[in-house]
């Protein structure tokens, strides 16, 4: 009679498994060819990734910019802190008609609008990171709300009225609000938004050129409108330049992009508080004198 073989030798029966019991989990594959599903697949996933290594590409978000594009932020906010004092002395005492008052309260808030988004720029919010370095996104945030009052503060000054000053305001305002998408975008989605944006654009240069020129010619705010306007449009072309080289942009030269940016912004933001300041005052002046500026609007 042939011996068995020892006990240690033998293969032990699989245990019993209850009917539609599921078997043994090995490389996240059940037998039956099924995956796990649920917060359990999802977190084998996570074990099984290797760490990330220096050609990880994956870009973790930092609370806070680098310390050279904190100092410029701070270099920025500085300057508009100077800014809105020197635009808000210069509206001072602006009385008269609603309209110089208008222009007067949005002359100070233009600068303290960016000012303070440069704050939390300097803090670390309203800024993301990419590959190609640092995006200050809330300057383009600070645009949606600052250029809709510079543009329609334009054609109150121009003497327009309501259907021509609601339109430049939100023209610009759509401007502002799809550079800021084309910010944020990346790849295709850039490029798209950023075409958006250009048409935008050319549509607010033909009403602030054509139509809103057209009303403040013969006025006697003609000389104030054509100042600002021209200052205003200059520093619109200016501005696809720098986005197109800094990392909002294509990062053609990232590095003196964001001084450039800071420079720009202030530069703008105060020279137009300023214009827009003297502009009340002298609209002031012409209500205490009796001179009134007389425009139509393009909606007849």
């Given at each position: 009679m042939p011996s068995e073989p020892p006990e240690a030798g033998r293969r032990r029966p699989s245990p019993a498994r209850a009917p539609g019991a599921a078997g043994p989990v090995r490389g996240g594959v059940t037998p039956s060819g099924a995956r796990p599903s649920g917060a359990c697949h999802r977190f084998r996933t996570l074990l099984s990734r290797p760490p990330s290594g220096p050609g990880d590409r994956t870009?973790?978000?930092?609370?806070?910019?680098?310390?050279?594009v904190s100092l410029a932020l701070w270099v920025g906010v500085a300057g508009f802190a100077l800014g809105t004092a020197a635009v808000g002395y210069r509206a001072r005492s602006v009385d008269g008609s609603d309209r110089?008052?208008?222009l007067a309260v949005v002359a100070v808030f233009v600068p303290l609008s960016i000012g303070t988004w440069y704050v939390a720029m300097a803090l670390g919010a309203a800024v993301s990171r990419s590959p190609a370095g640092v995006v200050h996104w809330g300057r383009f945030a600070d645009g949606v709300i600052t250029l809709p009052l510079v543009c329609g503060s334009l054609a109150a000054l121009a003497g327009a009225g309501r259907v021509t000053v609601g339109t430049t305001a939100a023209v610009a305002g759509y401007t502002m609000a799809t550079t800021l998408a084309a910010?944020?975008?990346t790849g295709t989605g850039k490029v798209v938004w950023l075409g958006v944006s250009v048409g935008g654009f050319l549509a607010l240069l033909w009403l602030l050129l054509g139509p809103v020129g057209r009303i403040a010619s013969g006025t006697a705010a003609a000389g104030r409108f054509v100042r600002t306007r021209n200052f205003v449009v200059a520093a619109m072309c200016a501005y696809p330049v720098v986005w197109a080289l800094g990392p909002e942009g294509f990062a053609l030269a990232?590095?003196?992009a964001v001084p450039a940016g800071v420079a720009l912004d202030l530069a703008f933001k105060t020279g137009v508080g300023l214009l827009l300041a003297s502009a009340a005052r002298g609209l002031a002046r012409d209500s205490d004198t009796g001179t009134h500026a007389t425009g139509r609007s393009c909606s007849g």
């Open positions: 870009v973790i978000p930092r609370r806070h910019p680098p310390a050279d110089a008052r208008a910010t944020l975008a990232p590095g003196p």
